[in-house]
């Protein structure tokens, strides 16, 4: 792999607290095989090493590479021809199924594009109806990381209950016409694995991966709602066994958080506390439908919650209490989810969003800064990946995934001398403007071009892929979707659910 030296007009190597981070002006960032050596002035480290090759310029700006802490998909749903509704009622089925190698692919590009460097994919498998076709289509997974040479932390996901609704799924399907009633039976659970078929599978990821320096396995329960007590707790013991992170959703939607206090008499993260689930190596992708008293809960267990901004805006779930959750010492990362605001995977936007929504009106009021998101994205989002003590911060002995911005148009045709260099990248930064990225030492983009792709090639590929004609299975499939959609929007239009006092007040109606 050999040496490297990457220089920047500034260098931000850490975030030291919500005001302040340790930026080096005219710094550098020195690594071999992999490992980062040394950080400091570019002149020190110029005259003391001989690298190999030199990357960056004092036109450049360095950091840590971003984190996308919540993925699930590549092409995004609206792509495939879905516009956003509510999740509850949405639930789509594509007519054509993925490749997963393509899709893969296919976003992995654009969050390098994007400058991010490791992605926690919590995947759903879509032919893994055995353990043999779930392993090879797995494998084609992270078989297009390798492709790619970004880092990843991968989970597959699991339900074995609610398949159709939050609640009374009998009785639902019951309240069906007869022919769609039919192909939902004959349709349930053909892409999913159950019970220990499930953590078998997830052992043998394990094992499989146990060596690979840019992979991280997971365990994923989906949802509170779509798993049994039994599976949860089953989960629970194989990753305290495993020494595993367990990545999950909670209280997405006001859905949710009400089949919590229908069914449990609580809230799905009281119900977890109460299967004493919780723990610092549990994640929450969401968490919008938090109570003050589930504030407290994270806090007091370690775990960790995923914002995901766009996505809940999006999919009109709602926005996460995000500066209560600061106020508690909650850690947070934040994730594109599976589209972003921009229906892509600018990480940089995303920030950016999280910066603006959380600005309540109010001299003095809570407010994330710029420090606080960008460590939501270095090093916090390497703590729920489960590199936390690799990656995340640029310093001797962290393996060297490094970020290179294009400052010009940042700072072009003026701005302040004075002006931070954290605060100029969340005000003004976007995907466009990176410039190179660097995965454990090795340069995957330089100015903006792939080193090992042929992105023009797979973007063909990927377009064949979807001209073929769908077959009969898939069309059905697509045909159960459309129906149920009617028939959710009527179960839960009858939901009477309490929305409690809200977190933020944008203006009032008297």
């Known amino acids: 792999m050999g040496s490297l030296l990457i220089r920047g007009k500034y260098v931000i190597a850490r975030i030291l607290d919500g005001n302040s981070s340790e930026i080096i002006s005219d710094g550098a960032v020195y690594q071999e095989d992999g490992c980062i050596v040394d950080v400091g002035p570019y002149s020190e480290l110029r005259a003391h090493y001989s690298p190999d090759e030199e990357l960056g310029s004092t036109d450049h700006l360095v950091l840590p590479g971003l984190i996308n802490a919540h993925h699930h998909v590549g092409l995004t749903p609206f792509q495939h021809g879905h ?37 926690v994919h919590n995947y759903s498998l879509t032919r893994g109806h055995c353990r043999q076709a779930a392993r090879q289509e797995v494998d084609c997974v992270l078989g297009a990381y390798h492709g790619l040479g970004l880092r990843v ?105 009400t089949y919590g206090l229908r069914t449990y008499g609580k809230t799905p993260l009281a119900h977890l506390d109460e ?151 969340l005000y003004r930064g976007r995907g466009l403007d990176v410039n190179s990225v660097v995965v454990d030492g090795r340069v995957i983009l330089r100015d903006r071009r792939f080193l090992h792709l042929d992105k023009a090639l797979i973007h063909r590929e990927i377009a064949d892929w979807y001209s073929r004609q769908p077959q009969s299975h898939e069309i059905e499939r697509e045909k159960i979707t459309e129906a149920l959609t009617l028939y959710r929007t009527r179960f839960y239009e009858e939901w009477e659910c309490e929305y409690g006092e809200p977190y933020y007040r944008y203006n009032r109606r008297d």
């Open 83 to 119: 516009v956003d509704a509510p999740l509850e009622i949405w639930n789509r089925a594509d007519a054509l199924v993925a490749n997963p190698t393509l899709d893969t692919l296919y976003r992995g590009m654009q969050m390098i594009e994007m400058g991010v460097t490791t992605v």
């Open 153 to 257: 932390s991968f989970s597959v996901m699991t339900r074995n209950q609610n398949p159709y609704v939050l609640g009374d799924n009998e009785g639902f399907l019951a309240g069906l016409p007869e022919a769609v009633r039919h192909s939902c039976s004959r349709n349930q659970g053909r892409s999913s694995l159950t019970g220990r078929d499930y953590l078998e599978f997830c052992g043998y990821l394990c094992e499989q991966y146990a060596k690979d320096p840019l992979v991280c396995v997971s365990i994923s329960p989906q949802n509170v709602h779509w798993c049994s007590d039994d599976l949860l707790e089953g989960i629970r013991d194989f990753a305290s066994t495993r020494n595993v992170r367990i990545h999950t959703h909670l209280q997405e939607t006001i859905y949710q958080k």
């Open 275 to 425: 299967l004493r689930f919780l723990g610092p190596d549990v994640d929450f992708a969401h968490g919008v439908w938090l109570t003050q008293s589930d504030i407290e809960l994270l806090a007091l267990s370690g775990c960790s919650v995923i914002h995901n901004p766009s996505s809940n805006l999006r999919l009109k779930s709602g926005i996460a209490p995000v500066n209560a959750l600061a106020r508690a010492g909650v850690r947070i990362a934040v994730g594109c989810d599976e589209a972003g605001i921009n229906d892509d995977s600018d990480l940089l936007q995303e920030m950016r969003l999280v910066r603006n929504l959380h600005r309540v009106p109010g001299i003095g009021s809570d407010a994330p800064s710029s420090h606080q998101i960008l460590k939501m994205a270095t090093e916090s989002g390497a703590y729920v990946a489960g590199f936390g003590t690799h990656i995340g911060v640029l310093a001797p002995g962290r393996r060297a995934d490094v970020l290179v911005i294009d400052l010009r148009r940042i700072e072009e045709p003026y701005l302040h001398p004075d002006t931070n260099p954290v605060d100029a990248l």
